[in-house]
């Protein structure tokens, strides 16, 4: 059975830096399309970036330059590194899987931007 | 960017009523597009994909269709359990954009 479970999250002042993650069971990261997904309070879902089984990213331009998706494939985990962090990063982040389409999605972790 | 438009913004039906969401995409973007329901509180899930495909365990009321720019997700006859936010996504090109969602409500 397929599972996602991130974690990381929490209440970050503006300008601040927070790593999520996101640990994968019954699928190998490394062989696997990745892909974050946000949803902001009260909003509808926002693409945010993914990575290709040979490890090439990318990135929604509302984070371009600021965040970097990440994989550790010793621990089967994925990062998201989320670098000067505004108040419209305010979501909650999901981890999915998938290249034409996400099948396999975790339940979030909730990222706050606030002073 | 691809630009999804979803239409309409939210629906109210009543049970057994067919009901069609539809989804037009910016550019050609073949039949890379794909559905996925969101209930309350809950992680979204995977509808159809492909345009037609239904995932597995998908009950066969909801259907796809569309291919180009023009895409439809119908219920054949809504139930109450259908009650959810429904996205379309395009997976024809980075970033794989989301449409901004119908919320379908029982009338």
């Known amino acids: 059975e397929v599972q996602l479970v991130e974690s990381g999250g929490g209440l970050i002042q503006p300008g601040g830096s927070l790593r999520i993650s996101c640990a994968a069971s019954?699928?190998?990261?490394?062989?696997?399309?990745m892909t974050w997904v946000r949803q902001a309070p009260g909003r509808g879902l926002e693409w945010v970036s993914i990575i290709f089984s040979g490890g090439t990213t990318y990135y929604a331009d509302s984070v371009k330059g600021r965040f970097t998706f990440s994989r550790d494939t010793s621990k089967n985990t994925l990062y998201l590194q989320m670098n000067s962090l505004r108040a419209e990063d305010t979501a909650l982040y999901y981890c999915?899987?998938?290249?034409?389409?996400?099948?396999?999605w975790g339940q979030g972790t909730p990222v706050t931007v606030s002073s | 960017d691809i630009q999804m438009t979803q239409s309409p913004s939210s629906l109210s039906a009543s049970v057994g009523d067919r009901v069609t969401i539809t989804c037009r995409a910016s550019q050609n973007i073949g039949n890379f597009l794909n559905w996925y329901q969101q209930k309350p509180g809950k992680a979204p899930k995977l509808l159809i994909y492909s345009a037609s495909t239904l995932q597995t365990g998908v009950p066969s009321r909801f259907s796809g269709s569309g291919s180009g720019t023009d895409f439809a997700l119908t219920v054949a006859s809504l139930q109450r359990e259908d009650i959810a936010t429904y996205y379309c996504?395009?997976?024809?090109?980075?970033?794989?954009?989301f449409g901004q969602g119908t919320k379908m409500e029982i009338k």
């Open positions: 019954g699928l190998n990261v490394s062989s696997n399309y």
């Open positions: 996504q395009q997976s024809h090109s980075t970033p794989r954009t």
């Open positions: 999915t899987r998938g290249r034409i389409y996400l099948d396999y």
